[in-house]
């Protein structure tokens, strides 16, 4: 993914819905702050290794997941993705998660080193953006 709108609307935004599968196979949705990388597409979570959503991810599995971002009925831009969650566990992996994340959200960089604190990844394998605000509407899509 490397449309300068979608890379533009990502890098402005900063929050997301975060689908993940519960161990019995049910959703559970959560509004979470995000962070990015641009190639390949990476998004990032902190969260508590206690939340619903990342009970399934604790042993080291990844599950099925979807994130929208865009939920502003003024500006009618949205961005949806299908993909993989993981928790990220390696030290290296880590930080450089951490390195992306706190500085577009330093309010949460107080949690950094508290145990309960983890971070999830999210790699999308399918992507829809759509901008409502021209005519015709923008749609750029994953599919060809």
């Not at 003024?74 to 030290?91: K, N, P, S």
Request: proline share 5%; hydrophobic share 35%.
């Amino acid at each position: 993914m490397t449309d300068k709108q979608i890379i533009d609307f990502l890098t402005k935004q900063r929050v997301s819905v975060l689908t993940t599968l519960l161990k019995d196979g049910s959703p559970h949705a959560a509004a979470l702050h995000y962070s990015h990388k641009i190639n390949p597409l990476e998004l990032y979570f902190s969260t508590e290794n206690t939340s619903v959503k990342c009970q399934a991810l604790l042993e080291g599995n990844s599950v099925k997941g979807s994130v929208v971002i865009g939920f502003s009925e003024e500006e009618w831009i949205t961005l949806q993705m299908d993909g993989e969650v993981t928790a990220i566990f390696d030290t290296d992996k880590l930080k450089a998660a951490q390195a992306i994340h706190y500085p577009k959200h330093p309010k949460a960089a107080q949690y950094k080193d508290d145990p309960a604190t983890i971070f999830l990844k999210f790699i999308p394998n399918w992507w829809r953006y759509t901008d409502y605000n021209t005519d015709p509407i923008t749609i750029l899509s994953s599919e060809k």
